[in-house]
């Protein structure tokens, strides 16, 4: 009977806080625009040359949609913060075709791969054809800087890990501080 009672409760209170953060821990979909203007956009943000990157809050899940809507542009990550003279760095992303084994480090892994596994990763995207769409991995922790293969440092942009609630502990006295 008291386990009856408590399967209850525990979903009760499951139910509870699904419907009280329905969005909590969903995956999203992010779209990141590129323009004619030389530019990255998300939502109402928007990048503005060296000193101005695009900044893109993520969590495990999201996938990011870089889209061209005009201009030349295409996606290679950093070794380093656009305005530092930084370097392409290709292991934080595993290409179509590309598995957890040959790339250990990646945080971030493509998706929507076409038949034949061509990556469109690190390539002049074709304008309004497609879109190249990275997926959030639980291995990223830290920020990963990103550039348009054209634009350079003009065009630079940070996708970082957004700070979660952490989960609350059974038994403790202390209450879960939300961010």
Same mark, same amino acid.
Do not use: G, Q, R, Y
């Given at each position: 009977m008291k386990t009856s009672h408590a399967a209850a409760l525990v979903a009760m209170g499951t139910f509870g806080l699904v419907a009280a953060f329905p969005d909590a821990g969903r995956a999203t979909d992010l779209?990141? $625009?590129a323009t004619a203007d030389n530019t990255w956009k998300f939502g109402k943000l928007e990048s503005g040359g060296v000193t101005k990157p695009l900044m893109v809050p993520v969590k495990t899940g999201d996938v990011l949609q870089f889209k061209v809507l005009g201009g030349s542009h295409g996606v290679q990550t950093l070794d380093g913060k656009g305005s530092a003279s930084p370097? *392409?760095?290709h292991k934080y992303v595993r290409k179509c075709g590309e598995t957890a084994a040959t790339k250990p480090d990646a945080v971030? *892994? $493509?998706t929507g791969c076409p038949p034949g596994? *061509? /990556?469109f990763y690190d390539k002049v995207l074709p304008r309004e054809?497609? /879109?190249l769409k990275l997926e959030v991995l639980g291995s990223l922790k830290s920020d990963?800087?990103?550039w348009c293969k054209v634009h350079k440092k003009d065009m630079w942009g940070t996708i970082t890990p957004s700070v979660q609630a952490p989960p609350p502990v059974k038994g403790s /006295? *202390?209450?879960n501080k939300r961010p």
């Open positions: 779209l990141i $625009e370097k *392409a760095d971030l *892994a $493509e596994n *061509a /990556s054809m497609v /879109s990963v800087h990103f /006295s *202390a209450p």
